[in-house]
Nanobody, 114 residues
Framework: QLQLVESGGGLVQPGGSLKLSCAAS????????MAWYRQAPGKQRELVAV???????SYVDSVKGRFTISGDNDKNTLYLQMNSLKLEDTAVYYC????????WGQGTQVTVSS
């Protein structure tokens, strides 16, 4: 059973930056497609960024040019670098691994507020 643990969330002012981490219990990048999702209060969970086994990345339009998804194979860790944060980026952020089934972390809160 794959386990995922997110960290790095917090309170940041608009325009600021945060880097989220998702630590996996075993090697992931050569096997799984990894993704970051977020869920704001009262809204559905939405896909934010994806990185495939081949290293290709894609982003939802609202974060393009501001967020970067990446991974460290040696550390079995997925990252989401978030720059130029906006109020509307406030949400709980989740990482997900897919190999047939979906595996989710518990989420980390990101609050953008002045």
């Amino acid at each position: 059973q794959l386990q995922l643990v997110e960290s790095g969330g917090g309170l940041v002012q608009p325009g600021g930056s945060l880097k989220l981490s998702c630590a996996a219990s075993r090697s992931i990048f050569s096997i799984y497609t990894m993704a970051w999702y977020r869920q704001a209060p009262g809204k559905q969970r939405e896909l934010v960024a994806v990185i495939t086994r081949g290293g290709s990345t894609s982003y939802v339009d609202s974060v393009k040019g501001r967020f970067t998804i990446s991974g460290d194979n040696d550390k079995n860790t997925l990252y989401l670098q978030m720059n130029s944060l906006k109020l509307e980026d406030t949400a709980v952020y989740y990482c997900k691994a897919r190999l047939g089934s979906d595996y989710w972390g518990q989420g980390t809160q990101v609050t953008v507020s002045s």
